[in-house]
């Protein structure tokens, strides 16, 4: 299964529904479930069924839209008595359309007589992108998903009050960042770490357009409308995320964490809990999460760039093999080039061929957007790998 190619989810749903039924937990369960993933973080290293995630080499973003859908259908099903498949997926459509009607919402629903789990992944497909350019939500990730479980629990509260989930989502975002950007200002001095999150932060706001950060103390922020466990434990836990940069969460700020706690009628289970699973999370995985590497930039969004490529050339070799070929030009300079540079007109000859192959291949067409030449560099080192060794050796003939 695919999550980048139509009919994934009519594949992934029936598989997920399985899971639920050996693997039955309450919603809290599947919170920490997630969590553990690096979904409530923001950038998800696997998925519930991470057998089938590894196995396919999913991005970073792929494993982001099934978690998405995942997290949205087992609220559905946890919520709604008798639930049915098709039902859930009008509901995540209705959903998504009660926030696309106001007009400056981020997701376009489609229109047309398409089925509704086709709906659901253009519109997870949307939803999972970040600000950023056309060519940097392709191959980026700097910025991710940081607060994308807001809809998860304004799907929730739409499914129970049927009120209007825009509202609910503006409010709850707009206490969540400002608890985040609080947080964040809890340091002494800003590293570069620090800076990246007040920006991965500010960067993943859907619902408000302009979020004033004007609040000093934690008494200022409106938290009573933060009531719900789950609501509670997300606040706890993105402000845990935002006080880790040292490995460590000094006396100052614990005692600040704990002033949340105390205005929402917690202990300190929820904020040993929030911290323990920061920790354990990077611990594990902070060299593998895109937003900590902030020590070369380029160096970054090229590593970044490398690996997403490759899989797109990986999951299409069969099908480029057979169109490179076709093109005895083509197949003479790629193999020349790994032994002499090529010059100026060989170059444009590589390109025009190479650009005419990727419009005979749909999931290549990212080499044809504005910057998409950039990558072009990359495709031509990465060939050699892909192609058989016979490629190389066959020329002469």
């Not at 209705?94 to 659901?120: C, H, M, T, W």
């Not at 103390?217 to 719900?228: G, H, Y």
């Not at 929030?274 to 070369?296: C, D, R």
Request: aromatic content about 10%; charged content about 25%.
């Amino acid at each position: 299964m695919n999550p980048s190619a139509t009919g994934w989810i009519n594949k992934h749903f029936p598989k997920l529904l399985d899971y639920l039924v050996k693997n039955p937990m309450d919603e809290r369960a599947f919170y920490d479930s997630l969590r553990a993933k690096g979904f409530i973080y923001g950038h998800s290293l696997d998925t519930l069924l991470d057998s089938e995630s590894s196995q396919l080499k999913w991005t970073v973003q792929e494993k982001t839209k099934i978690n998405l859908f995942d997290a949205l259908a087992f609220t559905y099903y946890d919520t709604i008595a008798n639930a049915r498949q098709e039902d859930c997926l009008e509901a995540i459509v209705s959903f998504y359309r009660q926030l696309d009607k106001k007009e400056q919402y981020f997701i376009k629903i489609p229109l047309g007589n398409e089925s509704a789990s086709s709906k659901v992944e253009k519109i997870i497909h949307q939803r999972v992108q970040t600000n950023e350019s056309a060519l940097q939500k392709s191959f980026s990730h700097l910025i991710t998903n940081a607060l994308v479980f807001i809809d998860i629990l304004s799907f929730d509260h739409y499914l129970i009050t049927q009120g209007d989930p825009y509202e609910y989502a503006k409010n709850l975002e707009a206490v969540l960042t400002e608890s985040i950007w609080l947080a964040l200002q809890q340091k002494e001095s800003k590293d570069e770490y620090n800076k990246l999150l007040i920006k991965l932060f500010e960067s993943s706001v859907r619902y408000n357009e302009l979020i004033k950060h004007t609040h000093t103390e934690v008494s200022e922020i409106n938290l009573k409308i933060i009531t719900e466990p789950l609501e509670q434990q997300y606040l706890l836990d993105l402000c845990s995320l935002s006080l880790w940069d040292d490995e460590k969460i000094d006396k100052h700020e614990r005692e600040f964490i704990m002033q949340f706690c105390t205005i929402m009628g917690l202990d300190e289970k929820g904020y040993l809990d929030a911290v323990l699973a920061v920790k354990t999370f990077l611990t594990e995985h902070g060299t593998e999460i895109s937003y900590l590497k902030y020590s070369n930039p380029i160096k970054h969004f090229y590593s970044q760039t490398t690996s997403s490529v490759g899989n797109l050339i990986s999951r299409n070799s069969n099908r480029l093999v057979r169109e490179i070929r076709e093109s005895r030009d083509l197949v003479i300079l790629l193999g020349q080039s790994t032994t002499r540079d090529l010059s100026k007109e060989e170059r444009k000859v590589v390109k025009k061929q190479l650009l005419d192959i990727c419009k005979s291949i749909p999931s290549l067409a990212v080499f044809l957007l504005p910057g998409g030449g950039l990558l072009l560099p990359i495709l031509v080192r990465l060939i050699p790998t892909m192609l058989p060794s016979a490629f190389n050796e066959n020329l002469e003939d």
